[in-house]
């Protein structure tokens, strides 16, 4: 091991305590340090805290944003979620590759640029949007792109880019000293529960002045609901919590938000730290917890620094801390841990895995969470905006929160839409709104399309639209994007398998494999040699990958194709082809041949292509 | 240790079973057979396969990680459930390169004799033909990364049974690898009398220098299907 790399690895393990449950913390560390982690760092990581060395490179390799080869010292990450690509991604792609001179997927000769596609990095309502390192350069075009690597190239090395990058930061907390970003918060519609104005740490002062049991009783009788997606009772997850034995206990915030479309959380994080830690601390109060995680996606990275400043803040009123609010016995604190670009961590199994260190594969289950989850302690894993409904609840009372909404789908529900409409951005309305009201809003009437609840969702035709937005009809984690007339739904299908493709830890047999072969054959659909039992045989292939996956995210990734085969079936028909005089059209002899005609330099006779 | 006894029912049939036994193990121990990959007796459950799934009070499961709990209704050896084993089965053919007539393992190998007992003759998938890497470097012991299902029995023998830790994966998703603690095998502490090699159910983690001792012909799977050393002899017919 060379002196300048144990030099820079050895303090940084020694920070976190040469702790092997901070593996990704350190790996981030080691990267921002090295500028990339190589396969002597990986040695060297594994040596200093004495782990097998195939771990350190098993994680590294996990997670996009940890660079398994040397990058270039700025990485660019175009954003390749459908609104960004609708919105002319792949135009402001070109400009880039123009004017680097490489290929997505390459690094300049030099060794400064890097240009990657990313998933969605939660800008949807102002894409087409990139990273550049941490800093969110949003509303590209293919101009703007080009001028700006052209400025960038300029730079002498080492200079500061945030001050090119970031020509106007956007509008209230993203203008922060500490955030200094150039994204907007486009907040259309406050409601009544989480961007209303209210009177800071009422709820919690409330809360503590009451038993941990009355603080779930109340937020049952609120008829609370998860907001991340599977709408499981909040309360009843924090009575299983309390109730299961162990000497500690702990509350995590999901802030992975990493479902494409989704980015209602990032307007919480940037415009309600507050009443999220408030509601973290009430959390952990009511599940007898002293430690609380905010899980916060490496895309909002930039955010960090703002958010560990509010921390402080509240510590030094006494809002965190030992006996909180001057509550004997009642001791609580939050640290931030930061994601790497993995979708799958948002799923509550795999983002205990990812802050224990590991790769981010889910756990198996029984043990759930709420028995044995991090570090094998009962924890409960909650949304941002669940976690920032409970403040409001305690204050407010239940009966308030029960009032808003549906019978069973109580409270606001904060929506962040895309796509094909005129006013993009967060609306927060009753749970129970029609999805042709939210359209109305948004200028989104001519959608002939709305994926509902991100990519594991689903896509429905106007026949839907008078249903309404809750957890017993339309349910969605948060995200709505709008496709107009002109949209292929099958395209839409396709490039939702790609993301699925990408984005699968790759655990499980049916999640691995079935994500690929279903998009294969949409593909060959949408190329025009599709045959009529490819129908079938998509949905036979879509319910095995459903039925036999290990998580949510297999069980609902082959949903884009099943939406298309339910809700736009005669997109797909017109497509088909008869096989003709007993030849499959599904088999393109012109391709199959090309490689051997590369190979041997000869022609085919018969299929010359 | 709780040894309370619990009954439940698979596809009708009364099954005992003790209080923390898998559904898995509870039917192996009463006689019936529930397919299985990356299952194995002396390593804990990992549940990577998915053919082991059943569908317990009607919800699909993996029996080998899913605790037997007292009157749960269990279906396994439905026509639903075997076309969904060998649609998964189907899928470990395609996304790797299979060649079971070249392969050291054929008539030993646990995929093989899978495809054998659904009566696969070919996969229904299309080949995905993956690039995947061979490893030699090692004197005793062959890597064969074409071969490799993911299964992570070595990964998990490596280290529970041999007090090592030669294996691993990196990458994720279709890219997941096999990997092994250092830059390739023979940098490991890897042995041939490990229980990591012995433990790959597929041709992929070969011993050198002892193939076809036993010929094919004699093999594990030759005469009987996988499966039968579980259920109790058929009925003559
Ligand atoms: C693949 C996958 C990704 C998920 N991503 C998120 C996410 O980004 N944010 C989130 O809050 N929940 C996400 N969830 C849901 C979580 O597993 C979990 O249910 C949720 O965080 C619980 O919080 P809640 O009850 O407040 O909704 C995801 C689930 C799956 C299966
Ligand atoms: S369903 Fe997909 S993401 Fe979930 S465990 Fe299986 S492979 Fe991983
Ligand atoms: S090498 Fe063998 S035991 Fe290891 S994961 Fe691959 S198939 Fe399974
Ligand atoms: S044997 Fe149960 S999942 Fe593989």
Redesign the interface.
């Given at each position: 091991m060379s002196a300048n790399l144990q030099e820079a690895i050895g303090p940084v393990c020694e920070s976190f305590g040469h702790d092997r449950t901070r593996l990704l913390d350190i790996l981030l560390a080691v990267q921002q340090r090295l500028g990339g982690i190589d396969?002597r760092a990986i040695d060297a990581v594994a040596a200093e805290l004495a782990i097998?060395?195939?771990?350190v490179?098993?994680v590294?390799?996990?997670y996009t944003f940890l660079a398994?080869k040397t990058r270039g010292q700025l990485v660019i990450r175009l954003c390749n979620d459908l609104p960004d690509l609708m919105m002319g991604a792949e135009e402001v792609a070109a400009g880039l590759e123009a004017e680097l001179g490489i290929r997505f997927g390459e690094t300049t000769p030099d060794g400064r640029f890097t240009l990657e596609w990313a998933s969605c990095i939660g800008m949807s309502d102002q894409a087409p949007a990139a990273l550049f390192g941490d800093v969110v350069v949003p509303r590209l075009t293919p101009g703007t792109a080009r001028r700006l690597v052209a400025e960038l190239r300029q730079q002498p090395p080492g200079a500061d880019l945030h001050r090119l990058l970031v020509r106007a930061y956007g509008d209230g907390a993203n203008a922060h000293d500490l955030v200094r970003a150039a994204v907007e918060n486009n907040l259309r519609q406050a409601g009544e529960v989480i961007f209303a104005q209210a009177e800071p740490d009422a709820g919690l002062s409330k809360a503590l002045a009451m038993s941990p049991a009355e603080v779930i009783r109340e937020v049952k009788t609120a008829r609370l609901r998860g907001r991340g997606g599977a709408g499981f009772p909040t309360g009843m997850k924090w009575e299983f919590v309390r109730a299961a034995d162990g000497p500690q206990r702990y509350l995590i915030c999901n802030a992975d938000e990493g479902e494409p479309g989704t980015f209602k959380d990032r307007v919480i994080l940037t415009e309600r730290p507050d009443l999220l830690f408030e509601g973290m601390t009430i959390a952990g109060y009511a599940i007898g917890a002293e430690h609380g995680i905010l899980y916060l996606r490496g895309e909002y990275a930039y955010l960090r620094a703002y958010l560990e400043h509010v921390l402080a803040r509240r510590r030094e009123k006494g809002l965190l801390g030992k006996s909180v609010l001057g509550k004997p016995g009642f001791n609580f604190d939050i640290r931030i841990q930061m994601g790497a670009g993995?979708y799958?961590c948002g799923e509550e199994t795999a983002l205990i895995s990812s802050c224990e260190g590991l790769?981010?594969d889910p756990k198996?289950r029984?043990p759930f969470p709420a028995q044995r989850g991090y570090l094998g302690h009962p924890t409960s894993v909650n949304n941002v905006e669940t976690l920032c409904c409970v403040p409001r609840i305690i204050q407010r009372g239940s009966g308030w929160f029960a009032s808003i909404g549906s019978r069973r789908s109580t409270g606001t529900k904060c929506l962040s839409i895309s796509g094909d409409c005129t006013r993009r951005g967060v609306y927060e309305l009753p749970l129970g709104t029609t999805l042709r009201d939210v359209l109305a809003r948004c200028g989104g009437e001519d959608a002939v399309a709305v994926q509902v609840g991100g990519p594991s969702g689903r896509l429905v035709g106007p026949e839907a639209f008078d249903r309404e937005i809750c957890f017993d009809d339309l349910a969605t984690g948060g995200s709505l994007v709008v496709f107009g007339p002109g949209r292929d739904p099958l395209w839409v299908a396709s490039q939702y398998m790609a993301f699925f493709?990408?984005?699968?830890?790759?655990?499980?047999?049916?999640c691995?494999?079935?994500n690929?072969?279903l998009k294969?054959r949409v593909d060959r659909i949408l190329a025009g040699r599709g045959e009529p039992e490819d129908l079938d045989y998509l949905r036979?292939?879509a319910t095995?990958v459903k039925?036999?996956?290990?998580c949510g995210l297999g069980q609902t990734s082959p949903n884009p194709v099943l939406s298309v085969l339910d809700n736009f079936r005669p997109a797909c028909e017109a497509r088909l082809k008869e096989p003709f005089e007993g030849r499959q059209t599904g088999f393109d002899i012109a391709a199959k041949l090309a490689e051997a005609q590369r190979l041997t330099g000869r022609k085919s006779v018969h299929f010359d292509a | 240790m709780n040894t309370e006894a619990i009954t439940f029912t698979i596809d009708g049939k009364k099954i005992e079973a003790r209080r923390g036994d898998t559904i898995l193990e509870a039917a192996d121990r009463a006689g019936v057979y529930i397919p299985r990959l990356c299952w194995m007796k002396e390593l804990l459950p990992a549940g990577v396969c998915r053919v082991c799934t059943v569908r317990v009070n009607g919800r699909p499961q993996a029996a080998c990680t899913q605790p037997a709990a007292a009157g749960m209704v269990v279906e396994n050896d439905t026509e639903e459930l075997r076309q969904l084993r060998r649609d998964l089965i189907d899928m470990l053919f395609v996304e790797g390169n299979h060649f079971c007539m070249f392969c050291e393992r054929s008539g030993n190998c646990e995929l093989q004799a899978l495809a054998y007992r659904f009566g696969i003759t070919a996969p229904k998938y299309p080949f995905l033909f993956p690039r995947r890497s061979v490893d030699a470097s090692h004197p005793d012991v062959l890597a064969d990364g074409n071969r490799c299902i993911r299964c992570g029995r070595c990964v998990r023998a490596s280290r529970a049974l041999d007090g090592k830790s030669v294996f691993g994966f990196t990458g994720r998703g279709p890219q997941k690898r096999l990997a092994f603690n250092g830059p390739n095998l023979a940098a490991t502490d890897v042995a041939a009398p490990d229980h990591a090699i012995a433990a790959c159910p597929t041709g992929t983690l070969i011993v050198k220098r002892v193939g076809y001792k036993v010929p094919i012909g004699r093999r594990l799977y030759d005469h009987s299907p996988i499966g039968s050393e579980i259920e109790p002899p058929a009925p003559e017919k």
């Open positions: 396969d097998p060395r195939v771990d490179a098993g590294v390799s996990f398994p993995a799958i790769r981010g198996n029984p493709i990408h984005e699968s830890c790759g655990y499980c047999t049916p691995r494999v079935g690929v072969l294969e036979a292939l095995t039925t036999a996956s290990r | -």
